[in-house]
């Protein structure tokens, strides 16, 4: 089902880019959520987990439910952050801080405070919901927050080493040469 609504999405952001459309910021946000991939990874990532990874996670996962949400919000504003301040390509969907510009006639900097200011909204929510959550949907609450973790790591400072990687070979290499002691 996830594979699915994550196409659909895609496809109607697709269709929104070629027709020019800017949607309102929630419009954006809504489509975000899906299009930054973090719900159909979060259910990829718990194939592996075993017998942790029950029916009622991955129904719960398949919801897309308030944290799950949180989590693609924080992957889409730390990737729309660091691609802000890299440039865009013009057949590109506008952006969660050009469509907040638009709708709140605000330049860049102010787009960029506020989107910050979400962002942390959205990592206190992160961090509420795996307090309360119910034992059994521990696992999918782990990967959701290490997945918004890592994002925090490939964006740190603004750069963007999804798109060029080479900004994660030293920090990689430094791991498996200099292990963190425990």
């Known amino acids: 089902m996830q594979y699915k609504l994550s196409s659909e999405y895609y496809l109607r952001e697709v269709v929104l880019s070629s027709k020019k459309y800017r949607p309102s910021f929630k419009e954006h946000e809504e489509i975000s959520i899906m299009t930054s991939g973090l719900p159909m990874l979060t259910l990829v990532t718990l194939m ?102 890592t994002n925090e790591i490939i964006y740190l400072k603004g750069r963007d080493a999804y798109t060029f990687g080479s900004d994660l070979k030293d920090l990689v290499t430094a791991l498996f040469l200099n292990p963190v002691p425990l």
């Open 48 to 149: 592996g987990y075993g017998d942790v990874a029950t029916q009622e996670v991955f129904e719960w996962v398949d919801r897309v439910p308030g944290m799950v949400r949180a989590g693609s919000q924080v992957t889409r504003f730390l990737n729309d952050m660091s691609s802000y301040k890299l440039g865009k390509h013009k057949k590109d969907m506008p952006s969660t801080l050009e469509c907040y510009m638009i709708e709140n006639d605000s330049t860049g900097d102010e787009a960029m405070a506020a989107v910050a200011a979400l962002l942390e909204n959205r990592w206190r929510i992160l961090n509420q919901v795996t307090m309360e959550i119910d034992h059994a949907l521990m696992p999918a609450a782990e990967v959701v927050v290490n997945m918004a973790r």
